[in-house]
């Protein structure tokens, strides 16, 4: 099983500044790799998948990189909407989640 | 609209068993691998299962194998769970997920729905 670790846990930021967010992987998942957004109460909503192409709909404030084993989703010009719980998601060896990092208002 | 609606959950006893449901609408259901992810109270997303468009293909987490099933029924554009031998540990909110393409099982997850809760408590 790949396994997924995220960091930091917890991000504290204030609007207007930049998130960025890493997610790396146990071993390589090549660019198999998304970015997922949750709000309380809400399911998921992906954001960005094969490490770096936008889902549709998704602003271009959003934006990801990386392969094999280390990933970025960074977010500039922070919006209020934008402070939420972020997960990775692998889709090389079938499917696992990262543990998730929150991003909080300062 | 595209849409999926989970629906089947509920309070279960420890070793009873569930079965859930999840309508799909507003897309070629029988184009798409479809997905069950879970969450716990406060926890992350865990995946629990998938199932290839037509059900040659079907996968289980270590968690759930044995004891979960997934199906779907293509002209009712329905995805199944049923649950066996339910513990404590699968008390969670259970998703229901479309894959992003047509050309794979394990994909990206583009839609989901708003999550049916499974409570497991004597």
């Known amino acids: ?106 | 609209e595209v849409q999926l609606v989970e629906s089947g959950g509920g309070l279960v006893q420890p070793g009873k068993s569930l079965r859930l449901s999840c309508a799909a609408s507003g897309f070629t259901f029988d184009d798409y691998g479809m997905h069950w992810v879970r969450q716990a109270p406060g926890k992350g997303l865990e995946w629990v299962s998938s199932i290839s468009w037509n059900s040659a293909t079907i996968v289980y987490a270590d968690a759930v194998k044995g004891r979960f099933t997934i199906s779907r029924d293509n002209a009712k554009r329905s995805l199944y769970l049923e649950m066996n031998s339910l513990t404590t540990e699968d008390t969670a909110l259970f998703y229901c997920a479309k894959g992003l393409t047509t050309v794979r099982t394990a994909d990206s997850l583009d839609i989901w729905g708003q999550g049916t809760m499974v409570t497991v408590s004597s």
């Open chain 1, 1 to 106: 099983e790949i396994v997924l670790t995220q960091s930091p846990a917890t991000l504290s930021l204030s609007p207007g500044e930049t998130a960025t967010l890493s997610c790396r992987a146990s071993q390589s998942v090549i660019t198999y790799l998304a970015w997922y957004q949750q709000k309380p109460g809400r399911a998921p909503r992906l954001l960005i998948y094969d490490a770096s192409k936008r889902a549709t709909g998704i602003p271009a404030r959003f934006s990801g990189s990386g392969s094999r084993t280390d990933f970025t989703l960074t977010i500039t010009s922070l919006e209020p909407e934008d402070f939420a719980v972020y997960y990775c998601q692998q889709r090389s060896d079938w499917i696992t989640f990262g543990q998730g990092t929150r991003l909080e208002i300062k």
